[in-house]
């Protein structure tokens, strides 16, 4: 079956490194990936997203990249703070219309920054 | 996100109770979803509705109706209230432009005794 999944479960970062938070996917006909950032407590916060047509894509400190050829997403996070100590999700939508919607969230990755 | 509300945020009940979970948006968005999330299962699709006359199905509606009362308003129902039904429930909007971002409420922490 089609599924998303994260290789980490956990990372601790120290306070100004970079992080990358890895997610694999497995349906091919999914027009696009999100992340989504989860801090305790409250609902997931959309962070950047990116379309299947598209291998990189950047924001105010993160970066997606989307590698089709191995079915892979990851998300960077420049100069790591502790701020952004939260659950990452990935997901992934097949946006065909109607009842033909298709959404699957990653079981999500902890992220944890040490100062 | 204060713009998608959610009551209530906490309810205990017990099994075989009727359940209504409410979801309100001021952001003017079509689309509506409801989630439940369990520790180690993510995020899972209940319902969604595209438009008030527009109702779908998820990944796991078995269990849950809901009703589109309004551009506004979404409710998810749970008939008969199972202990496997214990979660927390979010509500989400979305505005679709290209790309499906969706926003989400602060959650309900359902209890099922």
């Known amino acids: 079956g089609e599924s998303v999944g994260l290789h980490l479960p956990t990372l601790s970062v120290q306070e100004g490194d970079n992080s990358i938070i890895n997610c694999a996917y497995s349906n091919s006909a999914s027009d696009y990936f999100i992340w989504y950032k989860q801090e305790s407590g409250k609902g997931p916060q959309f962070i950047i997203d990116i379309r299947s047509n598209m291998d990189k894509r950047q924001g105010q400190r993160v970066t997606v990249l989307l590698n089709k050829t191995v079915k892979h997403l990851s998300l960077q996070i420049a100069a790591t703070q502790p701020g952004d100590s939260a659950v990452y999700f990935c997901?992934?939508?097949?946006?065909?219309?109607?009842?033909?919607?298709?959404?699957?969230f990653g079981k999500g990755t902890l992220l944890t920054v040490n100062p | 996100d204060a713009d998608v509300t959610q009551t209530p945020r906490n309810r205990i009940t017990k099994t075989g109770k009727r359940i209504m979970l409410e979801c309100s948006q001021t952001?003017?968005?079509?689309?509506m979803y409801w989630y439940r999330q369990d520790p180690g299962l993510g995020l899972r699709l209940i319902y969604y509705s595209f438009d008030v006359k527009d109702i779908n199905k998820g990944e796991i509606s078995d269990g849950y109706s809901v009703s589109r009362q309004a551009q506004a308003k979404f409710s998810l129902s749970l008939e008969s209230a199972i202990p496997n039904q214990t979660a927390l429930y979010f509500c989400?909007?979305?505005?679709?432009?290209?790309?499906?971002?969706?926003?989400f409420g602060p959650g309900t922490r359902l209890t099922v005794l």
């Open positions: 997901a992934e939508i097949s946006n065909s219309g109607g009842s033909n919607y298709k959404l699957t």
């Open positions: 989400a909007t979305s505005d679709y432009r290209g790309i499906d971002t969706q926003y």
């Open positions: 952001k003017g968005h079509d689309r």
